[in-house]
């Protein structure tokens, strides 16, 4: 982690000036706003989040169980080799959680650098430690982002929250914002055994409508696989994501097995000028 690297992508949180290193382990502004850089690699510049909720440790270990056995690299390699055809330089990871997929946007763009950012600090941690070429923000999505304006030339958010008005002013002309959202019957067969929330129907019309008129739909490329899970698998599936906070007292038993629908959209946009 550099303080020099990791300061070219910030301003402050506060008055939005500019952040530059303030060795030892600190970012200031010229207004004298300073605040203190994690030793594990990444800054905080997130006010008050109240009752939001982010990843928990527990959740985040479900996670990397769960994408270990590659059941989800189908869509990191579709996410990869969307971005690598377009070649962007500086990239901003939105809701990064672990980082295994900008992991796998950075491995076929040797070199990019990226920003990893989260509300969650355990997930910023371990987000950064994939790569030297990874900075970490400890940041909340629904604040303005203190990200420098077309400080990145592509934004990545999968199953993330979005700020489309920040996503605009932080991209460069003409950058990609890359979203992917889980597709109608995305893991129905666990939804129809009540392991998991519903997927709300019609998330494609309504991300383009909330996107307005500053981005313009380049691409849209659907993944589907069938998976074949365990149970232990499934145990890992349902505790890594929006469900563990829903989960209720005598929720239904997991399979020792179950064949399960993977199916993702990907929307490639534009930013354009509004």
């Not at 905080?44 to 909720?53: E, F, M």
């Not at 990064?96 to 997930?123: E, I, K």
């Not at 996503?167 to 939804?191: K, M, N, T, Y």
């Amino acid at each position: 982690m550099s303080l020099l690297t990791l300061s070219e992508w910030l301003r402050c949180p506060i008055c939005f000036q500019d952040l530059s290193p303030r060795p030892p382990l600190a970012l200031a502004c010229p207004s004298g706003h300073a605040f203190d850089v994690n030793k594990r690699g990444y800054v905080s510049l997130a006010a008050s989040v109240g009752k939001l909720r982010y990843d928990t440790a527990a959740m985040l270990d479900a996670r990397d169980a769960f994408l270990a056995t590659g059941a989800y690299a189908a869509l990191r390699e579709a996410l990869a080799s969307a971005l690598a055809e377009r070649s962007p330089r500086r990239i901003v990871d939105v809701g990064c959680g672990t980082g295994y997929y900008l992991d796998g946007v950075l491995s076929r763009l040797p070199s990019a650098a990226a920003l990893a950012m989260d509300l969650s600090p355990v997930a910023v941690t371990r987000a950064v430690r994939r790569s030297e070429r990874i900075d970490g923000l400890v940041a909340n999505v629904w604040s303005p982002l203190p990200i420098r304006d077309g400080a990145a030339d592509a934004v990545l958010n999968v199953f993330a929250p979005r700020n489309p008005s920040e996503f605009h002013r932080l991209l460069s002309d003409d950058g990609v914002l890359a979203v992917v959202i889980p597709g109608d019957d995305h893991l129905q067969e666990l939804r129809d055994r009540d392991l998991l929330i519903d997927v709300q129907p019609g998330k494609g019309q309504q991300l383009v409508e909330s996107l307005g008129t500053g981005f313009v739909v380049d691409d849209v490329r659907d993944i589907r696989s069938t998976l074949s899970l365990t149970g232990t698998a499934i145990e890992s599936l349902v505790g890594m994501g929006p469900s563990a906070h829903h989960r209720p007292a005598g929720q239904p038993e997991i399979p020792d097995s179950c064949d399960v629908t993977a199916s993702f959209r990907l929307f490639l946009l534009r930013r354009q000028g509004v």
